[in-house]
Nanobody
Framework: QLQLVESGGGLVQPGGSLRLSCAAAGFTLGDFAIAWFRQAPGKEREGVSCISSSGGSTNYAESVKGRFTISRDNAKNTVYLQMNSLKPEDTAVYYC?????WGQGTVVTVSS
């Protein structure tokens, strides 16, 4: 069974950092591009970042460019999203997706 599991969310103060992880089970993550999405309360889901299968190409939403970094460790079958300089508007449920498979999400709350 193909499965993605996100972790690393939590409560952080504005200006703080978190690193999200997306671990795959049942398939080799390194064969596919991966994307992170987020959905804030009352808002539509939006794309945050994506990375190619090799890791050589990345893209970011304008709202997170310069603050978030996506990376992958294919040996660990895991993709990461390093989030720095977090803002209250980054509060959302964060999801990773690959091959049409979505994880269950991890909650990020940025609040003082």
């Amino acid at each position: 069974q193909l499965q993605l599991v996100e972790s690393g969310g939590g409560l952080v103060q504005p200006g703080g950092s978190l690193r999200l992880s997306c671990a795959a089970a049942g398939f080799t993550l390194g064969d596919f591009a991966i994307a992170w999405f987020r959905q804030a309360p009352g808002k539509e889901r939006e794309g945050v970042s994506c990375i190619s299968s090799s890791g050589g190409s990345t893209n970011y939403a304008e709202s997170v460019k310069g603050r978030f970094t996506i990376s992958r460790d294919n040996a660990k079958n895991t993709v990461y999203l390093q989030m720095n300089s977090l803002k209250p508007e980054d509060t959302a449920v964060y999801y990773c997706v690959a091959l049409g498979v979505w994880g269950q999400g991890t909650v990020v709350t940025v609040s003082s």
